[in-house]
């Protein structure tokens, strides 16, 4: 039951974490951005795994961290430089990367313990036995301080940039104008989305990080119209749906991070069909109620 | 690996020493061909990353597939991932139509939940202990070494039905591409046809899965176009060097994964395709980045060289005095450039028999320069009345725009500017404007 706890916790912080960065993802259109940057990723890791032989977290976090900011960075050089749709040019760049990353686990297998199913859907089963010790004492799980320690630096670095990001966000033109950075904007929010992509990476694997960064973020836009309530929302969302997956995973036996993302989707389902103002089915209804009158 | 070993293993594999060898190659070369060519289509609707939700939209159909059947023949798993493929397609047409979710986040969820989906499924298969699920998890990432000839025919196929849907419907497909209101106003059914293209998406999909896997599809269908992008502008064109590039590269990858035993051939072919995209995107002639730095450079060069000349010009146009040599000082006190680039652009005048050196340091413009700088200047001076008078801009406004604009305007436009302003004798600022075609210097006297 102790290690259920600790999965469900972990599953906890990576989705709350995701969900907040991600509602700026959303609200900017640049959702694939987190599909392209979790996959982008992959080389930095292996990279980091093959030069230290460990998993060492800091060197893996450096190395993925500049994979990360490199896709971002290569999408926008060809988006402007090769006159590419950004859709495009974020297409060729993290399919390439990946490609590179799954490469060089296939050949470094021996030297790297790390498959391909591990990328996929992460070995959040093992965490609780992956502890952290510091000093002779048993500090708990290492993913949960790793998970935890993103949600900390998304928490804080969203705290103290929230008025900049948000006029970057809703409004790119008069945030350039009142002289604000929107490219260092920009980059700041790809390096954060890079960290808390790796951060949760190992644990809960690429799959659920995109369904995390999108999925939880689309169902709070769908129930509110507040940013600051939106940030609130994303984070319980993401808190229910790993509470909720790992159940299913368990019924069904199955990949819990995969159970994580399916109960993430089904939120989503039911806000869109049900939320109280947007949603497809109280729209109808409200057309309905005006229609027949008493 | 030695140079020869490297032209061994090529002449091993191209001549199909082994028939399976045989096999992984034409189904790799036939995939990229069929996927670069469909590809094109999403890439110009600008729907580029569609191929990549949909291919992991089709992982949950080839488990509910397996479910169903309990086999893993390639007709059922290719009809379990077009089912699944399309309710993808569906859904994210819902969302994006239906909420207020914009399309990059209903792509972005289709992908992750269907994927998430298709996960738990297989996991689910694969710890319920049928011995048959083995290998059913090679389509995450295809594993092309594994085709034999049974999905190799299934394959061709499938490529030779894409390339007869796409020439039968090559002209409804290139309107609704580039502009659908004129498809719907000559009532082409715009609809079907859009359902049709998607089919044609969902299916190029559905065989690379086996070859490629999932993950990777997306790049099959997307850097091809990207990469035929470069060369040309016609559809046509475009469809069919696509088809070549991913060819072209399954073919690579085949023999990479050949060479090296356990190398896969999708990541292969996806790594052989992006160097062929960044070779198209560096060199391509017109398009490409090397090739507009170029033109770049020419348009500076040819800026540079006409604002020296109109300097030359101008300065001798206070006495009508074009002969009297002017010294670097001189010159760069009214051209605000440095030292090295005036002298740079001198010498290039110089070699062109623009303005010559009268005394070491000393520079005059010859006839040819003096009529050249005549024309930039009263290009110039047009544009500033042109600007002052027809749209009416303050005469203090205009300098700027003239200067940028008297590189570019054609001695046709010039010509058709001066009739519109009848001639006129005088800029907005009182400098006389030089006549067209007179040489007005008269040299060496």
Redesign the interface.
């Known amino acids: 039951m102790a290690d259920a706890f600790w999965i469900i916790l972990v599953g906890a912080l990576a989705a709350s974490a995701c969900g907040v960065i991600g509602c700026f993802l959303?609200l900017r259109?640049?959702?694939?951005m987190?599909?392209a940057i979790s996959?982008g990723v992959l080389p930095g890791i292996v990279i980091a795994f093959v030069m230290t032989g460990s998993r060492n977290i800091a060197p893996m976090f450096l190395a993925a961290g500049a994979m990360g900011l490199l896709t971002a960075f290569l999408t926008d050089v060809?988006a402007r430089?090769?006159?590419?749709?950004s859709?495009?040019?974020?297409?060729?760049t993290f399919?390439?990367l990946?490609?590179?990353g799954?490469?060089l686990v296939?050949?470094y297998?021996d030297a790297v313990d790390l498959d391909?199913?591990c990328v996929?859907?992460g070995e959040i089963l093992f965490t609780p036995f992956n502890r952290f010790e510091w000093g002779g004492f048993d500090l708990g799980p290492k993913a949960v301080w790793t998970t935890g320690a993103a949600l900390a630096a998304n928490a804080v670095f969203l705290t103290l940039g929230y008025p900049k990001l948000k006029l970057c966000t809703f409004d790119p033109g008069l945030a350039a104008a009142l002289g604000v950075r929107v490219a260092l904007w920009h980059y700041l929010l790809m390096a954060f989305t890079s960290m808390t992509t790796v951060a949760c990476f190992e644990s809960v694997g690429a799959?659920?990080v995109?369904?995390m960064?999108?999925?939880p973020?689309?169902t709070a836009?769908?129930l509110t119209d507040r940013l600051s309530i939106m940030l609130a929302i994303a984070a319980v969302v993401g808190v229910i749906s790993a509470v909720s997956g790992y159940l299913?995973?368990y019924q069904?036996?199955?990949?819990i991070?995969?159970?994580?993302?399916?109960t993430?989707?089904a939120l989503?389902a039911l806000a869109?069909l049900f939320s109280p103002r947007?949603g497809?089915v109280t729209r109808a209804w409200r057309r309905v109620r005006v229609k027949t009158p008493g | 690996m030695a140079m020869d070993d490297v032209a061994a293993s090529w002449v091993r594999f191209f001549t199909f020493s082994s028939v399976n060898v045989a096999y992984v190659a034409i189904g790799c070369v036939l995939l990229g061909a069929a996927a670069g060519m469909v590809g094109c289509f999403a890439?110009l609707r600008?729907?580029?990353?569609l191929?990549?939700a949909l291919a992991h939209a089709a992982l949950p159909g080839i488990c509910v597939a397996f479910l169903l059947t309990g086999s893993k023949d390639p007709v059922v798993i290719l009809l379990g991932a077009v089912a699944s493929c399309w309710i993808g397609a569906l859904t994210v047409d819902w969302?994006t139509r239906?909420?207020?979710?914009?399309e990059?986040?209903a792509?972005?969820?289709v992908?992750?939940?269907f994927?998430?989906?298709?996960?738990?499924?297989?996991?689910?298969i694969q710890?319920?202990g049928n011995a048959a699920q083995a290998g059913l998890?090679r389509f995450?990432?295809g594993q092309a070494a594994g085709l034999v000839a049974r999905d190799v025919k299934i394959l061709a196929g499938t490529a030779v039905l894409l390339c007869c849907v796409v020439a039968l419907l090559y002209k409804e497909f290139k309107v609704i591409l580039f502009d659908p209101d004129f498809a719907r106003a000559a009532g082409l059914p715009v609809r079907r046809l859009e359902i049709a293209l998607a089919t044609v998406i969902v299916l190029a999909v559905g065989i690379g899965l086996q070859a490629v896997g999932v993950?990777?599809m997306?790049?099959m269908?997307?850097?091809p176009?990207?990469a035929a992008?470069y060369w040309t502008d016609r559809l046509s064109a475009m469809l069919a060097l696509a088809a070549v590039l991913g060819g072209v590269s399954g073919a690579l990858g085949a023999w990479a994964s050949y060479v090296a035993a356990?190398?896969?051939t999708?990541?292969?072919m996806?790594?052989c395709v992006?160097g062929l995209?960044f070779a198209s995107?560096l060199l391509a002639p017109g398009?490409g980045?090397a090739a507009r730095l170029l033109r770049l450079r020419r348009f500076r060069r040819k800026t540079a060289v006409e604002n020296l000349l109109r300097t030359l010009y101008q300065f001798g146009e206070a006495g009508q005095d074009w002969n009297t040599p002017r010294s670097l000082p001189e010159l760069l006190e009214r051209r605000g450039a440095s030292m090295r680039e005036l002298r740079r652009t001198l010498a290039r005048l110089g070699r062109a028999g623009l303005v010559s050196e009268a005394a070491p340091g000393m520079f005059t413009l010859t006839a040819d320069g003096a009529a050249r700088g005549a024309r930039v200047t009263r290009v110039h001076r047009l544009w500033e009345v042109y600007l002052t008078r027809k749209l009416e801009i303050a005469p203090d406004r205009v300098h700027d725009d003239a200067e940028e604009i008297e590189h570019v305007l054609t001695p046709e436009l010039e010509r058709r500017l001066a009739e519109t302003l009848e001639y006129p004798e005088r800029d907005p600022h009182g400098s006389r404007i030089p006549r067209a075609g007179r040489i007005s210097i008269s040299q060496g006297t």
């Open positions: 959303v259109r640049q959702a694939m987190g599909d996959h060809l430089r090769g006159r590419l749709q859709d495009a040019a974020m297409g060729v399919t390439w990946f490609a590179v799954v490469i296939t050949r297998a391909v199913e996929l859907y799959v659920l995109v369904a960064l999108i999925a973020a689309n836009y769908l299913l995973a069904l036996d199955g990949a991070a995969a159970g994580m993302t399916v993430s989707g989503f869109a947007h497809v | 890439f600008k729907r580029s990353l191929g990549d969302i239906c909420t207020r979710c914009k990059d986040s792509l972005g969820i992908l992750s939940v994927f998430g989906v298709g996960i738990l499924l297989l996991t689910h710890h319920s998890d995450l990432f993950v990777l997306a790049a269908l997307v850097t176009a990207a992008r356990r190398m896969p999708g990541p292969w996806v790594v992006t995209f995107f398009r980045l």
